[in-house]
């Protein structure tokens, strides 16, 4: 590798991989937004051709779509629960070596999927379904080839078609030409409110050709999510005049309420025959239209100048991009005779942005962020490391920090989760919505890889942070970090000296029977490397370790092997060849422990490399290998793995990581872990250097946060 101290020209590598189409694809949305809210487009720069990019409508055609939807951190809804159910209604009991213990696992996806849930399923098929994120507004063209005439339907009237995205500053803009006319849209997403805007050009205006229509769906209970056009007597939207150009829609669904305020340039904002269908018509060549979705209806409603228009927005967004560039870590690969090297670049380049627009709220994301919903738009918390973690060793601390303080809102429910199952501290959910409460799932409520995340992701903003801001971590956070870390000392269980992990437990590699399960290898060093973060937070606080936490360390259970190489599990099957190769997460996510010798890991993963499944494997399990090869030493392996030419590991036009087809038509934790190993592998850790192969790669890198290690890194890594 040829590694330069040159400052990177950030603007010339972020403009490289600006985002341009030509023509209409359903999987290819572009979103502008800004971590807690955003606004999905089609071809149009607009959501015009709504059935086009509905999931469900394009399964129907042999085709993926990805919806264009407009979703926030703060927009959710709850279904009528007529027959009152509780999470205690969705409960079975496992036998432990403590006794009985329930778990909410009565859900069943397929069941869920086919529409007929038995009755024993019911409460939990209702709770796994709530609440779950609403669209909260579709805002897009209507285009008619003459005056009157029929809405266009079809994307393929279109000709002429050149829509970019320019990621220096959020912004897209769009060209085509309808009926002989061109039409010209730009699109932009206020940087700190739920904001959108849009200029529209075009001669189609004058006579009406062109207006926008402003429309709602009811929310949607089923698996898929798509918004529900078909229920008008569920919701309700009252429009309300306001000033000349402008005014607001009330939105009510059961007990959810918001407002939609719209600003123009002088147009006219008209109620449609149809329920919820409003139109924006402007007899001007141009059209300028600013859409604010107010999740409480009560707020004052801003006048005037003080709604600042599109320019406003659109000059917020330059600015706010421009400095969401110009800081953290940056990697500039040209001149690599590498033929890979350009594609690595435009993966790192378009993963920062969907991630920035996506994974950057005030919660922890679902794993379709604010594109479009994925089990019913609630947060995958074993996903919330790979969303999130690289924006600490990225060096943007900021953004993975505005999250955290959600694990305080729900600690007392992580509290009273661990009480039911007779644990002390606190133990954190798996699929959840902002409140906290979990939803049953026989998968879901036994996994256990998510508790040492808000552990190492607070380690990660630690380590980011100057010297003031660790200070408050520390102060914010200590109670978090020990009743996290109480809950995983408590959960092992002490056999002639040894601790385990025992049943029921289900790893991260989620098809093993969690009623006999033991001794996942990936948990275990997961667990050490968990209570040693608390540790070093005692320390920080001027406390002493804890003994009973280094008795536990000291004396874990070594991760179970066969023929020199690990197993993912100590009990049998001992190693399933498909789903998530989770058990090299052992030493690359997680730093070097005692648990884990590297030589024999790297025959682990050459044996994994060489014999696993991979078309049921998922996008973090790319990046897992590329971490371990990594910390092994190799980064040539890295590369190899991290670019591994498989299915569910290309990155679309628009840079999204498609998994299951229309349930999952991008998949942000594939973007975020993409973006955590390529930080690991140009940065290294605490003590062991980073850096790209030597041969065939030219790289500048800077501004990169080394990933911890531990005491423990010596030997075969450290020697490489």
């Not at 009990?571 to 997680?590: M, N, Q, Y």
Request: charged share 20%.
């Amino acid at each position: 590798m040829t590694q330069t101290t040159e400052p990177i020209d950030r603007q010339a590598v972020v403009a490289r991989h600006a985002v341009t189409l030509t023509a209409a694809d359903p999987q290819h949305a572009l979103t502008v937004g800004n971590g807690d809210f955003a606004y999905t487009a089609d071809i149009t720069g607009m959501q015009t051709f709504r059935d086009y990019h509905d999931a469900k409508t394009a399964m129907k055609r042999g085709q993926v779509a990805v919806n264009t939807a407009t979703m926030s951190s703060w927009g959710w809804h709850e279904m009528p629960n007529p027959e009152g159910y509780v999470l205690d209604d969705a409960m079975s009991r496992y036998d432990t070596a403590r006794g009985p213990v329930s778990y909410p696992d009565r859900y069943d996806m397929e069941q869920a999927m086919r529409g007929n849930v038995t009755d024993e399923n019911k409460p939990g098929a209702w709770l796994h379904a709530n609440p779950q994120r609403i669209d909260l507004g579709r805002i897009g063209l209507q285009l008619r080839s003459t005056p009157g005439g029929d809405i266009e339907t079809d994307p393929a009237a279109l000709s002429g078609i050149h829509q970019t995205l320019d990621l220096w500053t959020g912004i897209i803009e769009t060209s085509f030409r309808y009926a002989g006319e061109l039409v010209r849209v730009q699109t932009a997403a206020a940087p700190d409110s739920s904001r959108v805007g849009f200029r529209i050009s075009s001669q189609l205006l004058l006579d009406a050709r062109l207006t926008v229509s402003v429309l709602f769906p009811y929310a949607s209970e089923g698996f898929f999510q798509t918004s529900d056009w078909d229920s008008p007597t569920r919701h309700t939207s009252v429009l309300t005049s306001g000033t000349s150009g402008s005014a607001s829609i009330l939105r009510q669904l059961d007990g959810t309420s918001y407002r939609v305020d719209l600003d123009t340039n002088g147009a006219d904002i008209t109620a449609s025959v149809e329920p919820h269908h409003f139109t924006v018509t402007a007899a001007q060549p141009t059209l300028e239209l600013v859409a604010a979705f107010i999740p409480d209806p009560t707020a004052p409603r801003e006048q005037g100048a003080a709604t600042g228009g599109f320019p406003m927005v659109r000059d917020a967004s330059t600015r706010s991009w421009k400095a969401f560039w110009t800081s953290g870590a940056a990697l500039d690969f040209q001149g690599s005779s590498d033929p890979r090297a350009h594609e690595l670049e435009r993966r790192t380049v378009l993963s920062q942005y969907l991630t920035a627009v996506n994974s950057a709220g005030v919660t922890p994301p679902q794993e379709t962020g604010l594109i479009t919903n994925s089990w019913q738009g609630k947060f995958h918390l074993e996903m919330h490391l790979w969303h999130a973690a690289h924006f600490a060793t990225w060096g943007r601390p900021g953004l993975l920090e505005r999250s955290m303080p959600w694990y305080l809102s729900i600690l007392d429910q992580a509290r009273a989760t661990a009480a039911r199952q007779g644990y002390p501290g606190a133990r954190w959910p798996k699929h959840v919505g902002p409140d906290g409460r979990e939803s049953p799932s026989p998968i879901g409520s036994l996994l256990i890889w998510q508790q040492p995340h808000p552990l190492y992701l607070l380690e990660l903003l630690w380590r980011a942070s100057d010297a003031d801001k660790q200070f408050t971590l520390v102060n914010d956070y200590t109670e978090l970090v020990h009743e996290t870390a109480t809950f995983m000392a408590a959960f092992t269980e002490e056999r002639k000296g040894i601790f385990h992990l025992p049943a029921p437990v289900m790893p991260a590699q989620e098809f093993y029977d969690a009623a006999t399960t033991e001794d996942p290898t990936f948990e275990l060093t997961y667990w050490w490397w968990g209570l040693e973060i608390a540790q070093l937070w005692r320390e920080r606080t001027g406390c002493n370790r804890k003994e009973d936490w280094t008795k536990i360390q000291d004396n874990l259970v070594p991760p179970h092997s066969d023929g020199g190489r690990y197993t993912a599990v100590a009990t049998e099957p001992h190693l399933r060849r498909d789903d998530h190769p989770s058990l090299l997460a052992a030493f690359g996510l997680v730093p070097p422990t005692p648990l884990i010798d590297p030589d024999q890991m790297e025959k682990t993963l050459l044996n994994v490399l060489e014999t696993w499944d991979w078309p049921t494997a998922w996008g973090w399990d790319f990046p897992v290998m590329a971490m371990t090869a990594a910390r092994l030493g190799n980064p040539a392996l890295a590369i190899d793995c991290l670019l591994k030419d498989e299915a569910k590991n290309q990155y679309s036009l628009v840079g999204h990581n498609a998994q299951m087809g229309g349930i999952l038509p991008l998949y942000l934790p594939g973007n975020g872990s993409l973006l955590a190993a390529v930080s690991l592998i140009a940065a290294g850790s605490d003590k062991t250097p980073g850096g790209f192969p030597e041969t065939g790669w030219t790289v500048k890198a800077e501004g990169f946060i080394p990933w911890p290690s531990t005491e423990h890194a010596v030997g075969h890594s450290a020697a490489r």
